[in-house]
C-alpha cells in the first residue's frame, strides 16, 4: 500500500491510542504492501469474455426446443422460411431470425349453450384440453324464419407440412378466419332449408349434409391449411312453442297408431274366426261326402255282388233250393203243426220265419197242461 495510506494509519492510531502522559502508543504499526497482479490481467480478460458470452446467451437465447406435435417456423427478417422445423433442438441468429412455435396437435371447437369445458375435457381427453375452444351455439333461421341453435363440434388439426404458408396468409389466429366462418356458413346454409318441426326427423340428413359441406369448403382452401376430422351434430334446440307442438303431434301420431294396430289386431281376429268357420264348414262337408261316397260304394259293391250271384244260379240250383226250403217247411210243421210260416225275400231263394207264439199254439200248449 501506497506510504502515505501508512503513515495515515499510523498517525491515526498514535493519536488515538496515546495516554494523558503523552506516551507514544505501543501497539505494532501498520504496514499494507501493493498486491502483485503480474500474470493476472490475461485471465481475467478471458473471464470477462466468457461471461459476456453466457450473458449474451442468456438474454437472447438463441436456441428453442420443439416437442411432438408441433413445428417451429423461422422467420429471417420477418420472411418465413417455407419448410417448417421439426420437433428437436434448433439454434437461430438473435435479432436477425425468429422461430414461431405452432401446436399441430388435434384441436376442437364445441359451438355449445351449456356444456362445461370440464366435461368437455373429459369427453375428449385432458390432452386436448389446451386444443379446445368453445363458441356459442350457432344461431340458425329456419324455412319460416324461427330461431334454431345447432350445437357441432368440429375436430381438426394444422396441416404441419404447410403451416408456414398458412401462418403467412391467416396468422396465428388462422382458426377463426378459416374454420369457424366456414362451419357457421355451412350449418346456417343447409339448416335454413328446412322447417324447425323438420330438424330432429331430418336429423342424420342434416347431420351428412353439413359435414359433407364443411369438408367441401375447407379442402377448397389453397395450401390445405386444415386437416378436418370429424363434425359430429349434438344437439338441435328448438323454441318452446316448436318443441311443445311436436310433441302434441307425436302424442297424435302415437294414439293413430295405437288404433290402427287395434284395428288391425280386430281385422285379424276376425278373419281368424271366419277361417276357422270356413274349415269346419268345409270339414262338414267333406265328411258328408265322404259317408255319401261310402254308402254309395257300398251300394254298389252289393249290387255287383247280387247280380255275380244272379248270374252263377241255374235252374238245377234252384231247384236245389227249392227242395231245401221244402225240408225246412216240413221240419217246421214236423215240431209244431199250428205254426205259422212265413217267406220273406232272401235273394234266390227265399226266408222261413216261424211263428211259435201263435195263439192257436199257445192254446195247444196251454190244454196240454
Not at 43 to 62: D, H, K, M
Not at 193 to 199: N, Q, R, V
Not at 227 to 255: G, N
Not at 273 to 288: D, N, Q, R, S, Y
Request: hydrophobic share 40%; net charge neutral; aromatic share 6%.
Amino acid at each position: 500500500m501506497p506510504a502515505d495510506l501508512n503513515d495515515y494509519f499510523n498517525k491515526k492510531r498514535g493519536s488515538s491510542g496515546g495516554d494523558d502522559n503523552g506516551g507514544e502508543s505501543k501497539g505494532p504499526k501498520v504496514n499494507f504492501k501493493t498486491p502483485d497482479f503480474k500474470g493476472f490481467g490475461k485471465i481475467s480478460a478471458f473471464a470477462y469474455v466468457i461471461i459476456a458470452l453466457v450473458a449474451v446467451i442468456a438474454l437472447t437465447q438463441p436456441f428453442v426446443t420443439i416437442n411432438s406435435g408441433e413445428v417451429g417456423i423461422k422467420s429471417n427478417l420477418g420472411k418465413y422460411d417455407p419448410s417448417p422445423m421439426q420437433p428437436g433442438l434448433h439454434f437461430f441468429i438473435p435479432f436477425l431470425q425468429k422461430v414461431i412455435v405452432v401446436d399441430t396437435r388435434v384441436r376442437l371447437i364445441n359451438y355449445t349453450s351449456g356444456e362445461d369445458m370440464g366435461e368437455a375435457a373429459q369427453k375428449y381427453g385432458a390432452q386436448a384440453q389446451a386444443g379446445i375452444i368453445r363458441k356459442n351455439s350457432i344461431s340458425v333461421l329456419d324455412a319460416r324464419n324461427l330461431p334454431v341453435s345447432i350445437d357441432i363440434t368440429v375436430q381438426y388439426p394444422l396441416n404441419p407440412e404447410n403451416a408456414p404458408q398458412t401462418i403467412a396468409a391467416w396468422g396465428l389466429s388462422w382458426e377463426n378466419k378459416i374454420v369457424d366462418p366456414v362451419v357457421r356458413d355451412v350449418v346456417r346454409s343447409i339448416a335454413g332449408k328446412y322447417t324447425a318441426e323438420e330438424l330432429p326427423t331430418k336429423r342424420n340428413d342434416l347431420a351428412t349434409a353439413i359435414d359433407e359441406g364443411i369438408r367441401k369448403d375447407i379442402d377448397a382452401q389453397p395450401n390445405k391449411p386444415v386437416e378436418l376430422l370429424t363434425v359430429q351434430l349434438r344437439e338441435i334446440i328448438l323454441p318452446e312453442k316448436v318443441k311443445e307442438q311436436i310433441e302434441r303431434v307425436q302424442i297424435a301420431k302415437q294414439e293413430a297408431e295405437r288404433t290402427k294396430y287395434e284395428v288391425e289386431r280386430a281385422n285379424q281376429e276376425a278373419l281368424k274366426k271366419a277361417a276357422l268357420a270356413e274349415g269346419t264348414a268345409k270339414a262338414a262337408i267333406i265328411e258328408a261326402q265322404g259317408r255319401a261316397d261310402a254308402a254309395k260304394i257300398e251300394a254298389d259293391a252289393q249290387a255287383y255282388a247280387n247280380k255275380e250271384v244272379a248270374k252263377s244260379l241255374d235252374h238245377n240250383l234252384l231247384n236245389l233250393k227249392q227242395i231245401e226250403t221244402q225240408a225246412k217247411f216240413n221240419e217246421a210243421l214236423r215240431e209244431n203243426s199250428d205254426a205259422k210260416i212265413f217267406l220273406t225275400p232272401g235273394g234266390a231263394v227265399p226266408n222261413i220265419w216261424v211263428d211259435t207264439k201263435d195263439k192257436a199254439k199257445q192254446s195247444a200248449i196251454e190244454r196240454e197242461h
